[in-house]
Nanobody, 124 residues
Framework: QVQLVESGGGLVQAGGSLRLTCATS????????MGWFRQAPGKEREFVAF????????NYADSVKGRFTISRDNAKSTVDLQMNSLKPEDSAVYYC?????????????????WGQGTQVTVSS
């Protein structure tokens, strides 16, 4: 059974940091691009960041560029999202996703596997 499980969410004050981890199991995703998306209440799911299969190409939403960093450890089958200088508008459920291609995409429908999400709440 393929699983993507996010962890590391929580409540943090504005300006603080959190590190999200996506642990994959059930099959190897080391040749697959991985992404992070988020969805706030009443809003559509939006792209946050992606990383290609080898970790050489990353892309970020303008709203998080310079504050968030995506990375992967294929030996551990994990993908991390380091989030610094958090703002209240970063509050959302964060989802990890994998796609059946080596290159990433900013389009959520390009991803084939999804985690259940982890809540991030940033207080002002």
């Amino acid at each position: 059974q393929v699983q993507l499980v996010e962890s590391g969410g929580g409540l943090v004050q504005a300006g603080g940091s959190l590190r999200l981890t996506c642990a994959t199991s059930g099959r190897s995703f080391k040749y697959n691009a991985m992404g992070w998306f988020r969805q706030a209440p009443g809003k559509e799911r939006e792209f946050v960041a992606f990383i290609d299969w080898i970790g050489s190409n990353t892309n970020y939403a303008d709203s998080v560029k310079g504050r968030f960093t995506i990375s992967r450890d294929n030996a551990k089958s994990t993908v991390d999202l380091q989030m610094n200088s958090l703002k209240p508008e970063d509050s959302a459920v964060y989802y990890c996703a994998a796609r059946e291609f080596q290159d990433g995409s900013t389009w959520d429908r390009a991803y084939d596997y999804w985690g259940q999400g982890t809540q991030v709440t940033v207080s002002s």
